[in-house]
């Protein structure tokens, strides 16, 4: 949010377009979630270009939302072992993209071998700087998100079916 805010201070009419809308943020029951994005975006100010939704919504209702998106934010963890599930969808949907990761997450080592995009650095100390050049081109040229066919396929529904039935039948054949 922070190289949002700088975006805002020094190319308002560019930045100002932008709205943020964070989607099933909580696990918990609907209509009980905490919100835990908002309130960062309102204690620095910028709260009106922020909506977050707790409650989370069915995979079809997910996929529609990124489709009517014009372009996606992927956030990662800290934690290099967390690997973002739904990073298929994202890349599917075939948006400007802007992706911030665990250098050592498996999310960043398939979005980069995927797709066109450079994954920002979660431990990056100029990761606010990446982040605001980041959107800011992506303002700029509205380019597509491109995708490695080639690479692709081998995290398609077919590859990653094949790799388990391999894994289950070395365990059988223990």
């Known amino acids: 949010f ?23 943020t909580s696990y918990a029951k609907n209509g009980e979630g905490i919100k835990s994005i908002k ?41 290099k072992q967390y690997t973002a599930s739904k990073i298929y969808p994202f890349i599917m949907a075939e948006k400007p993209l802007l992706a911030i990761f665990h250098p050592e997450s498996s999310a960043r080592k398939i979005l980069e071998l995927c797709t066109n995009i450079k994954v920002i650095s979660l431990l990056n100390r100029d990761a606010e700087s990446d982040v605001f050049e980041n959107i800011y081109a992506i303002l700029q040229s ?16 077919k590859a990653m079916t094949r790799n388990q039935c391999i894994f289950f039948d070395q365990i059988i054949s223990r």
């Open 2 to 24: 922070k190289a949002f805010k700088i975006g805002l201070e020094q190319h308002f009419d560019l930045f100002d377009q932008i709205r943020f809308h964070f989607i099933g």
């Open 39 to 79: 309130p960062i975006a309102d204690d620095l100010g910028i709260g009106k270009y922020v909506h977050e939704q707790t409650d989370r919504v069915s995979f079809y209702d997910g996929l529609f939302t990124l489709e009517q998106a014009d372009a996606l934010v992927i956030l990662g963890s800290n934690d």
């Open 142 to 157: 509205k380019k597509a998100l491109e995708i490695n066919a080639e690479n692709f396929a081998d995290y398609s529904a």
